[in-house]
């Protein structure tokens, strides 16, 4: 039985599927304007395990997971960069596309573009003002939060907005009333035409839309960072609520926030990680390992350190299985029970390690469970332990280069250039490549 904390009841609940032969899942993915950071992998990772989880236990899952590609902070950045729009949408998307490929995030069934669904947005926008909870106001679509009783169950956000009475726009009603349509003048750089006049939809209606369009009026999941909980997953649920009188999802999955060395990231402080520089450094497994060694309720400190501890796992992980590849059918059940248990990946991590302890001390026999457990629900151990020591993925070295150099160190050393020979080690092992001599020759590894 999968159990899953639901944001909505605010209790661990049992997950029970709306239909059994076809899970659906809907995920908040990026706003396309600039290289993914940390903090946009960590969504990423998190629910692709849970993908992967789901897609063990049922037949057949349906995710989801947006691309916003409209938004006033992708025109600023087009503006900035001199870049056109379109270009700078589409650069960013096959950028996250690759950067999640490197951590082993699989693809999802639909992604579907903000700008391919106008038409499906235009008409979610007049349900809702047909139904009489949004109203139209010099060219803007406001939702009508007063006539919305049950705005703020999600969030709890009603005492936020009892001490907030200013109003803050001469067109709204109420002060948490939220744009679905806003004009776009003929200066501005993207609109569409609609009964309210040219303009572009807020950001939350978009997810309203697509989900319905593509997983009806009730799916089982929503998911995101909490960051999301408010204003965007209270104003989706009060949005398809009065369109379709459901709540859209039944259970609403939040992961916790990231920070940065103790900090919250900011481009203005040094403490800003885009996933790109991070794979620079380090390969893409121990940055999804380290992603998964907190459970994805709590708050994540993201240090090199950190990554440093999740590569050192992987290697023990790899060591035990170098002489090997013989991936099983079978799942380890502790593994299973721990994700079960509202993804309880620490855990996972654990009984994993407790696994390699055993095979490390002969329980070889284990090795066909303990890789296909790790590969089909962590996503990890998913190159062959002779490439995850040799691999040049994250390293500013290829493999030509290295071997070149071994080259030189051997000469060097029929030279008795000793000297010689050990500075190439030396320099080597500063890149993260460990030199091996053994009587067949010199090995490398990395560190
Ligand atoms: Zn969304």
Redesign the pocket.
Known sequence: MIKLYNSLTRRLEEFIPIDNDNVRMYV??PTVYDRPHIGNARPAVIFDVLYRLLKYKYKKVTYIR?I?DIDDKIYKASKEKHINIKTLTDETTKLYHSDMSLLNVLPVSVEPHATEHIPEIIEFIHKIIASGYAYEANGHVYFDTGRFDKYGQLSNVNERISGARIKISENKRNNADFVLWKPSDDSFPVGWNSPWGKGRPG??I??SAMSYKYLGEQFDIHG?GCD?IFP??EN?IAQSYSANSKIPAKYWIHNGHVTVNGTKMSKSLSNFYTVNELLAEFPGEAIRLALLMTHYRSPIDFTKNLLIEAKNILNRWYTAIKNTNNCGNDIDEKVLNALYSDLNTPMAIARLSDIVNCINRGQTELIPTFINTTRSLLGLLYVEPKKWFKTTEGLALDEKYINGEIAKRTQAKQNKNYALADEIRKKLLESGIVLEDTLTGTQWKRL
């Open positions: 908040c993915g947006n916003t950001w939350h978009e997810c995101g999301l965007h997953h989706e």
